[in-house]
């Protein structure tokens, strides 16, 4: 059976009060703990790592992840947090390839594996993102872009390491703007990727991956999205910024 799980990526948003009462209220809702089965992540700034994973550490359906790490072991990189930093504040997941770190920092695909790389040796799962864009999809290049998104980095580590993966498929065309992929664009990629993990890795790790689908996801549309069969959950962005909404979601299988 393969992990259920809905992951909120807070972006650059809260301070660090309003962050930490965001979690509270996430986790003295009710509802969040009626789905023991989903795991939920919760995907703040750096900042509030080390508090939200103090809060949440008992609880055994919520972890903690980063937004991203450096691609650098550690040293002279000022401004930058490394893998190990992140683990050693309770982050056990991390975002890798998002695609507003390939837009607006440039992110590079033999960036992102070093990070993958970095990440797997501080036993930090990635959550390594994929997605075309507007014109792609448009073009109907959007299978051809997510291979090669694929191709050019997790595809080349070993199936140990890849089997550690959560992929998430994130059209950016669906990030932020209210427009959600259909349930069918989504289970078409979704269906792809998994074929395309199948022919590189193998039936058991095709099977084992969660696949989550972000972009737009909101607790109106989670239930049709996570029915598709290849939809593992979502990676939410503005909707996990209100308790309410995200463990709606959670609760939307
Ligand atoms: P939205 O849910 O705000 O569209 O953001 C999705 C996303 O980028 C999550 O990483």
Redesign the pocket.
């Not at 669906?174 to 209210?178: D, L, V, Y």
């Not at 972000?214 to 909101?218: A, T, V």
């Not at 979502?234 to 996990?240: D, P, Q, T």
């Given at each position: 059976m393969r992990k259920k799980i809905v992951?909120g990526?807070w972006?650059m948003n809260k301070t660090f009060e309003q962050g930490l009462n965001l979690v509270d209220e996430i986790i003295q809702s009710s509802a969040i703990h009626q789905t023991p089965e989903v795991l939920k992540i919760i995907?703040p700034p750096f900042i509030h790592l080390h508090s939200v994973s103090e809060k949440t550490k008992h609880i055994n359906d919520i972890e903690i992840g980063a937004q991203n790490c450096n691609n650098n072991e550690a040293g002279a990189f000022t401004g930058e947090i490394s893998a190990a930093m992140i683990a050693s504040c309770g982050a056990k997941y991390v975002?890798v390839g998002?695609?507003?770190r390939r837009q607006y920092y440039n992110e590079t695909e033999a960036i992102l594996t070093q990070k993958v790389n970095h990440a797997i040796s501080k036993d930090i799962t990635p959550i390594f993102?994929v997605g075309e864009n507007l014109t792609e999809r448009n073009n109907n290049t959007h299978l051809e872009t997510v291979k090669q998104q694929l191709k050019e980095t997790v595809f080349n580590l070993s199936v140990t390491d890849f089997s550690k993966l959560i992929i998430?498929y994130?059209p950016v065309w669906?990030?932020?703007?209210?427009v959600?992929a259909t349930s069918h664009q989504a289970q078409g990629m979704h269906n792809y990727i998994r074929s395309e993990i199948n022919k590189k890795f193998g039936k058991e790790t095709s099977e084992s991956i969660s696949i989550l689908y972000?972009?737009?996801?909101?607790p109106e549309n989670a239930k049709e999205l996570f029915a598709c069969i290849d939809v593992d959950g979502?990676?939410?962005?503005?909707?996990?910024l209100k308790a309410n909404d995200f463990v709606a979601i959670a609760n939307s299988f």
């Open positions: 992951a990526n972006k995907i975002l998002h695609s507003e993102c998430a994130e669906a990030i932020g703007t209210g959600t972000g972009g737009s996801c909101n979502g990676l939410i962005g503005g909707a996990s």
